[in-house]
């Protein structure tokens, strides 16, 4: 686990966000066209937050980069959700080595 990448992940505000809204998706995307199993399309964070599509997908990569979220394409469009067992590991790992 390269705990140095998560917690650079996890050091810019909008991107824990994007993380609590992929917590409870249904409460958070609703309006998605497809299903919300499939992961939430960066379209969505996009018009959650108001930040450019650029840098949605930035703080995006780094989430992935990290390990922290999952990606599912279909065509074209990029599905993003969470990696619970990556994030249960980190978590467990701070309560033993903190």
């Known amino acids: 686990m390269d ?4 917690l ?7 991107r824990v966000e994007f993380l609590e809204w992929m917590r ?3 409460a958070h995307f609703s309006s ?3 299903p919300l199993d499939m992961g939430i399309c960066a379209k969505q964070f996009e018009m ?7 840098t949605v997908s930035a703080h995006l990569a780094v ?6 979220v999952k990606t599912n ?7 993003y ?6 994030i249960r590991s980190f978590i467990d790992h701070l309560k033993t080595s903190l």
């Open 8 to 14: 650079k992940a996890l050091s810019h505000p909008a």
């Open 3 to 6: 705990k140095t990448e998560i």
């Open 73 to 79: 394409k279909v065509g074209q469009w990029t599905f």
């Open 63 to 68: 989430l992935e980069k990290a390990g922290l």
């Open 32 to 34: 998605q066209a497809h």
């Open 48 to 54: 959650r937050c108001g930040l450019s599509q650029s």
């Open 81 to 86: 959700h969470r990696d619970e067992d990556r």
């Open 24 to 26: 409870e998706p249904e």
